[in-house]
């Protein structure tokens, strides 16, 4: 035995020595992270509906509220409301009609003239508020019995039948204008993150989501918005390839190749409104992309569910405390 | 008298050291009891062991780095911060204990993100 083997060995047992005297143990630990909004206040949450744009392979605002309310449901200690998901375009569109009427109505009073009888106040021009209040024809909503079971058609303060909420004043008087396809007219087309902002004052809307709040005995309400683009990129990409040597010995090389690919970007907004006052308690954006190959055919709402996956953790920690697991060692 | 002066300074000495040698055997009893407590996952008693431990001997490192992992486990950052701190500076040239510090600080640092946005 060489003296260099011999300092091996003694070093290696003075080690053994000095670990055994130390002492130490690994242990697992989970670290608890505050959620980072106070929900103690809530009961129950209402996942209302989102303003959703891009692709139309995938309906953003429905899958998104399925989503996660199935979420919430398995994972949060709040009651989940089931409703209808509100068309939030649809409605911020109306609500700016309405509301852009109003002005017309304040410049112009001889247009009053075909406003509705009975109540048609000055309150209903008022901006903030609701739509339902703002027609007197439109039919009150009425609060459901149990807010956390199945409801057939929940009426949202805000009627969101384009026809329902739109006051008379707005029919044209004249023949001079053009007959507009109501439908077409009631589905706002969203692009781009730049379409949102036409929309996005309803969030603001305080009046409204206390209305809303109301109908639902005052849940903590999730909103926000969701566009779902395709996307397209070209460049390097680092891929595995398998090679074989001249003895069929097999090994994974790392090939650097350039490739066109194509996918999907999520960058959805959430809105957290206390549904008591009709207040923004917290938003939070994010942004997920995922890209194939041009030749894979993937599905979009395969890649919606994908990057949908990747932010839920951040969404539930939002509202309920998550734990971090981990390992520490303890010394003697 | 130069002889008698160093007697009663060496018997004091030794005294100290006697003392601090029974604290440090006192500590590290608290400190053996904390562990297999917290290995059984009771965290509270654990706590409350390496919390007597390091009260007892407050110059024992493995002390204070097993009490910053119990406050970490109940999620009281800035205890926890405290102890990981004392424990690096008794001992700073332990690697466990800086590990075990680093893997909370990234913790840490998430969680003050998150609260700054």
């Known amino acids: 035995m060489s003296a260099r083997n011999v ?17 130490f143990y690994e242990i697992p630990i989970e670290t608890p992270i505050q959620p980072k909004m106070d929900v ?12 959703s744009g891009g692709t139309e392979d995938v309906d953003a605002n429905l899958e998104t509220v399925r989503l996660l309310r199935s979420q919430l449901r398995s994972k949060s200690s709040l009651r989940v409301i089931e409703a209808d998901p509100l068309p939030l375009a649809e409605i911020a569109a109306d609500q700016q009609k309405t509301n852009g009427a109003a002005e017309q109505i304040t410049l112009e009073p001889v247009a009053q003239v075909g406003a509705p009888n009975g109540s048609g106040n000055s309150s209903s021009t008022g901006s903030g508020t609701p739509p339902a209040t703002q027609t007197p024809e439109a039919p009150k909503p009425e609060p459901p019995q149990q807010a956390d079971t199945p409801q057939p058609q929940p009426q949202a303060p805000a009627t969101h039948n384009p026809e329902a909420t739109k006051p008379d004043t707005q029919k044209p008087a004249a ?9 077409a007219a009631a589905e706002p087309k969203i692009r781009n993150e730049k379409d949102f902002q036409k929309y996005d004052k309803i969030f603001a809307d305080t009046a409204y989501w206390k209305k809303l709040g109301e109908e639902y005995q005052n849940p903590l309400i999730v909103t926000g918005t969701v566009l779902f683009t395709p996307h397209q990129a070209a460049g390097f990409v680092t891929t595995n390839r398998e090679v074989y040597d001249s003895f069929g010995r097999r090994s994974v090389i790392p090939v650097r190749t350039y490739m066109e690919r194509k996918g999907f970007i999520l960058q959805p907004k959430f809105v957290f409104i206390d549904g008591r006052t009709g207040a923004i308690l917290y938003s939070e954006n994010f942004r997920e992309e995922i890209l194939y190959n041009a030749q894979q055919n993937t599905p979009a709402l395969s890649s919606y569910f994908e990057l949908m996956d990747r932010l839920v953790p951040s969404f539930l920690s939002t509202l309920s405390a998550q734990k ?9 | 008298m130069q002889r008698r002066v160093f007697v009663l300074v060496s018997a004091l000495l030794l005294t100290a050291s006697v003392a601090q040698a029974d604290d440090r055997s006192k500590a590290k009893e608290q400190v053996e009891f904390g562990i297999k407590v917290a290995q059984n996952g009771l965290w509270n008693e654990a706590l409350y062991r390496w919390k007597r431990a390091v009260e007892i001997d407050p110059t024992y490192a493995a002390g204070w780095n097993n009490l910053a992992i119990a406050f970490e486990h109940e999620g009281r950052f800035e205890e926890a911060k405290q102890a990981y701190e004392k424990a690096i500076q008794l001992d700073s040239k332990n690697l466990l204990i800086r590990q075990n510090y680093d893997l909370f600080k990234e913790i840490n640092e998430r969680t003050k993100r998150r609260g700054a946005r």
């Open chain 1, 7 to 23: 300092a091996a060995l003694a070093s290696l047992a003075l080690l053994l020595i000095v670990a055994g005297c130390t002492g």
């Open chain 1, 40 to 51: 103690s206040g809530f009961q129950r949450v209402l996942v209302a509906g989102f303003l």
């Open chain 1, 175 to 183: 023949t001079d204008h053009k007959p507009v396809d109501p439908k």
């Open chain 1, 324 to 332: 971090v697991r981990g390992s520490r060692v303890l010394l003697k």
